[in-house]
C-alpha cells in the first residue's frame, strides 16, 4: 500500500463526505438517517485524529462496532460494507467487502454508492500496480458510473490521477 496510513485517512473522510461536527450531514443514498451517519462521521474524524498513536486501535473498533451496530437496525447496506472496507487493514478481506458492497449498490439500484465503491475498488487495484487487468476494469466501471451520474468534479479528478498512476496497462483508453 502507498504512503502512511494517516495519509490515506484524508482520502477515506472524503468518501463519507464532507461533514463538520454541528453541522448538518446528508442521509446516505442507500437510506441511513443523517444522525446515524454523523456519528460514523465522527468516529472516522476521530480516528483520523489518533491514527499511529496508541488510541488508534480502540478508535478504529468503536467505529466498526458502530457499523456493526447500524448494520443491526438498517440490514446489510453498501454505504455500511464499504465504509467498514475502507477501515479495516486486512486487503483479503477489504477487497471481497468491496466487491460485496458493490453488488449490494447494483442490486438496490444505488448509482451514487456504486459510484463511490467503483472508485474505491480502482484505487484498490491500482495500488501499488497490485493487479492491472483488475485495474483496468474498475477504471472502466468508474467511468461509466461517472457517465451515467454526469460526475465532472471530484470523482473526474479522482478518475485521471487513478489512471496515471496505474502501471502502462491501465493508463490506455478506457
Not at 437510506?31 to 446515524?36: E, L, Q, R, S, V
Not at 458493490?102 to 442490486?107: D, P
Request: aromatic share 8%; net charge negative.
Amino acid at each position: 500500500m502507498r504512503g502512511s496510513p494517516k495519509a490515506r485517512e484524508p482520502e477515506k473522510l472524503e468518501r463519507l463526505g464532507a461533514w463538520e461536527p454541528g453541522k448538518t450531514a446528508m442521509a446516505t443514498s442507500d437510506g441511513i438517517d443523517t444522525y446515524d451517519w454523523g456519528r460514523v462521521k465522527e468516529l472516522a474524524i476521530a480516528l483520523f485524529h489518533a491514527c499511529e498513536t496508541e488510541d488508534e486501535q480502540s478508535c478504529r473498533q468503536r467505529l466498526l462496532e458502530y457499523l456493526d451496530e447500524l448494520e443491526v437496525k438498517y440490514g446489510l447496506l453498501p454505504s455500511i460494507v464499504a465504509t467498514r472496507a475502507d477501515f479495516i487493514r486486512d486487503d483479503p478481506k477489504r477487497e471481497a467487502l468491496l466487491l460485496q458492497a458493490y453488488s449490494l449498490a447494483l442490486a438496490i439500484n444505488d448509482k451514487k454508492n456504486g459510484l463511490h465503491v467503483a472508485h474505491s475498488l480502482a484505487e484498490f487495484y491500482t495500488e501499488d500496480r497490485r493487479n492491472c487487468p483488475e485495474a483496468k476494469q474498475w477504471l472502466q466501471r468508474l467511468k461509466e458510473h461517472m457517465i451515467d451520474l454526469r460526475d465532472t468534479g471530484d470523482y473526474s479528478r479522482m478518475f485521471r490521477q487513478l489512471k496515471t498512476s496505474g502501471s502502462p496497462d491501465t493508463t490506455d483508453d478506457t
